[in-house]
């Protein structure tokens, strides 16, 4: 017969918790309800106010001399170009010249639009495609991100299209980046609607009941409406990332579901095994609850930890995703309990998988699980083999990241058919010169002529420079009105353009950059250009990375200890965890970097990876692998705490999360392949790469690797010195147990719990 759990004592934290968390669930409920309904209200529109950069570091040389660029010589850095199709008349036509002239004068004319350039008033040949079919003209709209992009929108349809005898299409960064952020709200949209009914589907499958299901589901909208609110208010003070919303809906629905299946499941459990209500309410919050919300503060730290880069890109997610994670777990941990103690039996109502389990009994319940506890005893009999096998698979299939290139991210990464896209693709194809590759010089402070044209020879001269251009100073065009210019009133500024050999982003670009910023002159020089961005992000992440890694390893370690009372288990659930990530990273150079499966998933491969992914989807794999890891771990301790029975303890651990991990990954999985669907290459290698990850983490690492490890180290996996032992005993986390209640010595053997049935 079940044996019916004690309730939580009245006296303590964890009753007082209890007592404040389902006193009013009515209350509760409506409460969050209304909460909900304003964050609907005050998240409105986020995506509006978000930004589709942000890859590069704000302190950096490169990003100084473009502000500096932008101020003194609009003209050098447009951020519109208008692609004029003169077709078989040719660009210089008398009627198509005189239109495209009327063009750039109307753009000129237009408020907020600066620096219009086009190859009928310049004659340049850099601005005429080589067929002579096309020609360009370039401008830069002024302001903010936001703003600049509502400018455009405004004038693009007067400019896009047909007139007289020219076609004409938009394009340049600004087109581009606006293209993108259209593109990943709509894709956005279409996630969501992948997503809902797939994982519907599945939690009905999962628990069987419809009502049961129906929960997380629930949790999960709440967390990702009360996200988008925190982020529009963050808006206000700092620039948000885009694609910082694909985050929110992939954690928001994986981790509230995580989440809520954990509490549900052992809410089901207590009922069960013949507790009423209330009192297994309280055991679930004593138990899941505290493993929740430790899981939650695991995830944050490996979130928060991209707060030590300067790239608002990297920022935007941290914020997002600590945002979720929390609100995830405050809806599992107050929402969730307070609709179980109303609901009670009810849970189980519209039981979809009935008629499967009449043939069932008592016993057939008591199986449950049962195959995951055979699976791990094989793992643990055979442990060298398995541990060996697993581990040199993993390794073997990160292999290919060790051939990884960085790159920056580009027009590239929209669809062959996004019109910004087409433009830049003509330029790349039909234009002479790199277009997009060239490096800017920034030169500030007064010069003479002759020292202007010494240092133009010199960086001509440069290894790996194919031409040099200008000087250029304020007022003047070409190196002769620079010279006269500056020999007249000694200005202090002027800029050289300097043309790469080569990729524009290649090896042999980074290359010149660094050569360009030795060069000695007579005035201060700051290099910009996409080569020099790629530099500086590059510098700005490997400087930062060793503190952003050693925060979520330390982290991770005290957290594991508070949890376990080991220094072993911490280290084992850093170390496996990194090594469930190397299928990820291997296979994001496999397929997006060197191109395998381009045609297939619908991208084009650049030959690089941006910058900053990895670390992103570092931190958030590294955070779901954690939150998985914590939900075994804990079943795990709270068995051997109970026997003492290390085996029995994991054997019993995985047969009573097993299945519970294996299904939370295949939902998040879903979320995460539903978000890859996106047609922007960076989205789709973040959410086909994470889901990666998680699978092999939650059917890998704590299937095989996790049971064979700690059959390997044996009782040694709890050992921790007496000082720390003491410390866990009075800080520790455990959920079996109460905080400050003293922990079993290792292998300090209690009477086993009685088995309940479950479900």
């Known amino acids: 017969m079940a044996e019916v759990k004690k309730a939580l004592p009245t006296g303590g934290g964890p009753g007082r918790w209890t007592r404040l968390v389902t006193a009013r669930p009515r209350l509760s409920l409506l409460v969050a309800l209304v909460l909900t309904a304003l964050a609907v209200l005050a998240g409105g529109g986020v995506a509006d106010r978000m930004g589709s950069g942000g890859w590069e570091d704000p302190d950096a040389e490169s990003t100084r001399a473009i502000q500096v660029l932008e101020r003194e010589f609009p003209a050098s850095?447009?951020?519109?170009?208008?692609?004029?199709?003169?077709?078989?008349?040719?660009?210089?036509?008398?009627?198509?010249?005189?239109?495209?002239r009327r063009l750039a004068e109307r753009l000129d004319?237009?408020?907020?639009?600066?620096?219009v350039g086009s190859y009928w008033q310049t004659g340049s040949p850099a601005l005429r495609s080589k067929d002579g079919?096309?020609?360009?003209?370039?401008?830069?709209?002024d302001g903010e991100e936001k703003a600049a992009g509502e400018i455009l929108q405004r004038l693009a349809p007067e400019f896009r299209g047909t007139h007289g005898p020219v076609e004409v299409s938009v394009g340049g960064p600004l087109a581009v980046r606006h293209e993108m952020q259209t593109i990943i709200q709509e894709d956005l949209l279409r996630a969501e609607m992948i997503a809902l009914p797939i994982t519907l589907v599945l939690l009905v499958m999962v628990f069987g009941s419809a009502v049961a299901a129906v929960l997380p589901l629930g949790i999960g909208i709440v967390a990702i409406l009360g996200t988008n609110a925190v982020l529009r208010g963050i808006t206000e003070f700092t620039d948000v990332s885009v694609f910082a919303q694909n985050l929110t809906t992939a954690l928001g629905l994986g981790l509230a579901i995580d989440y809520a299946l954990f509490v549900v499941r052992r809410f089901r459990e207590e009922l069960a095994g013949g507790a009423d209500t209330r009192t297994a309410v309280a055991t679930t919050l004593r138990t899941a609850g505290r493993t929740v919300l430790f899981s939650a503060l695991t995830v944050a730290v490996s979130l928060a930890a991209m707060l030590?880069?300067?790239?608002?890109?990297?920022?935007?997610?941290?914020?997002?995703?600590?945002?979720?994670?929390?609100?995830?777990?405050?809806?599992?941990?107050?929402?969730l309990p307070a609709a179980l103690l109303l609901l009670g039996d009810r849970v189980n109502a519209l039981d979809l998988r009935r008629v499967l389990r009449r043939r069932g009994t008592a016993d057939a319940g008591r199986a449950e699980g049962a195959g995951w506890g055979r699976a791990a005893g094989l793992v643990m009999r055979r442990a060298p083999?398995?541990?060996?096998v697993t581990a040199a698979g993993l390794v073997l299939l990160g292999l290919p990241f060790l051939g990884v290139k960085f790159g920056t991210a580009d027009d590239r990464q929209l669809p062959v058919t996004a019109e910004s896209r087409v433009v830049q693709d003509q330029l790349r194809e039909g234009f002479p010169g790199n277009p997009g590759g060239a490096l800017t010089v920034l030169a500030e402070g007064p010069a003479t002529a002759a020292q202007y044209e010494d240092y133009r020879t010199r960086i001509a001269a440069l290894e790996g420079v194919a031409r040099v251009d200008g000087p250029v100073t304020a007022g003047t065009a070409g190196a002769a009105?620079?010279?006269?210019?500056?020999?007249?009133?000694?200005?202090?500024?002027?800029?050289?353009?300097?043309?790469?050999?080569?990729?524009?982003?290649?090896?042999g670009a980074q290359r010149v950059v660094?050569?360009?910023?030795?060069?000695?002159?007579p005035f201060a020089t700051s290099v910009t250009g996409a080569a020099a961005v790629l530099v500086d992000s590059k510098d700005a992440i490997g400087e930062r990375l060793p503190w952003a890694a050693a925060i979520v390893a330390i982290v991770t370690l005290i957290?594991?200890?508070?949890?376990?009372?080991?220094?072993?288990?911490?280290?084992?659930?850093?170390?496996?965890?990194?090594?469930?990530?190397?299928?990820m990273f291997g296979a994001v150079v496999w397929v997006f970097q060197e191109g395998h499966l381009a045609g297939l998933l619908g991208f084009t491969s650049t030959g690089d990876i941006e910058t900053t992914l990895p670390v992103l989807m570092f931190c958030v794999a590294f955070g779901l692998s954690m939150d998985y890891g914590v939900f075994l771990l804990s079943r795990i301790k709270e068995e051997y705490d109970a026997t003492g029975d290390h085996e029995g303890a994991v054997r019993h651990g995985l047969r009573r999360t097993g299945g519970l991990i294996t299904a939370a990954a295949v939902i998040l999985a879903v979320v995460m392949v539903a978000i890859g669907t996106s047609r922007v290459t960076n989205t789709k290698m973040l959410g086909l790469g994470v889901a990666l990850a998680v699978l092999m983490d939650a059917m890998v690492v704590r299937s095989l690797l996790v049971p064979s490890v700690m059959k390997l180290t044996g009782r040694l996996t709890w050992w921790a010195p007496a000082p720390l032992r003491r410390l866990h005993a009075r800080f520790g986390i455990s959920e079996g147990g109460i905080p400050g209640a003293p922990a079993p010595e290792a292998g300090a053997a209690r009477e086993p719990e009685k088995e309940t049935v479950a479900g």
């Open 559 to 583: 957290l594991v200890f508070l949890l376990t009372g080991s220094v072993v288990v911490p280290l084992q659930a850093v170390v496996l965890n990194a090594l469930s990530l190397t299928a």
């Open 109 to 115: 004319a237009q408020e907020g639009v600066d620096g």
């Open 133 to 141: 079919r096309q020609g360009v003209i370039a401008a830069r709209i």
């Open 308 to 335: 030590v880069f300067p790239q608002y890109f990297l920022r935007s997610f941290a914020y997002a995703g600590i945002a979720v994670v929390l609100l995830a777990a405050a809806a599992a941990l107050i929402l």
């Open 481 to 507: 009105g620079a010279a006269e210019s500056a020999g007249a009133g000694g200005r202090t500024h002027a800029y050289y353009t300097v043309v790469p050999e080569g990729e524009g982003v290649g090896a």
């Open 385 to 388: 083999w398995f541990a060996a």
């Open 77 to 100: 850095q447009p951020n519109v170009l208008l692609l004029v199709d003169a077709g078989s008349a040719g660009v210089d036509a008398p009627a198509v010249a005189a239109e495209a």
């Open 514 to 521: 660094g050569e360009l910023r030795a060069e000695e002159a």
